[in-house]
């Protein structure tokens, strides 16, 4: 593993990159790429949701024989740990404690803020959140004071 970027086509990916790119319906990834130079508001980089990445494995975390890295698409973060569908099509959480390194592939979606179907998500799951917290506050209190004003 050479620590870089595989290249800029989808050919140019590992098998279980290429394997997971194409079926996550990838076309061109050029377009993907992190921008390091240039003005300030132009630059784009870091983890985004769909990337596929390789994990390195704390040694003493693992037996002897396993292997230390874990290659796959991430899924989520969270303080605690990162959440990847690996290369064999499992669901996998790793604690972020145990976690050496990780190695960008390549991205599969645009970045954060260019991205209009992860932005309406975000917006849809704040809401969905609201009002599944509307509601456990509603049932822990016992009262419905939501027709209330003020």
Known sequence: ?????????????PDW???LAKDYGAQDID???DVFF???IDRRSGLRKDDLIE???DARAIRGDDEPWIRGMLLATSRNAVEIL????????????????VRLVTHLRKSYIEDEELLTFEKEDVRRRSNVHEQA??????NDDSHLWG
Do not use: C, N, T
């Open 38 to 40: 240039g003005p300030l």
């Open 31 to 33: 377009m993907m790429q």
């Open 86 to 101: 690996d290369e064999f099509g499992g669901y996998r959480s790793i604690a972020r404690d145990v976690i050496v390194e």
């Open 1 to 13: 593993m050479s620590g870089q970027r595989r290249g800029s086509r989808i050919d140019d990916l």
């Open 55 to 57: 994990l390195m494995i």
């Open 17 to 19: 990159a290429r394997r």
């Open 137 to 142: 506050e509603k049932q822990a209190d016992g």
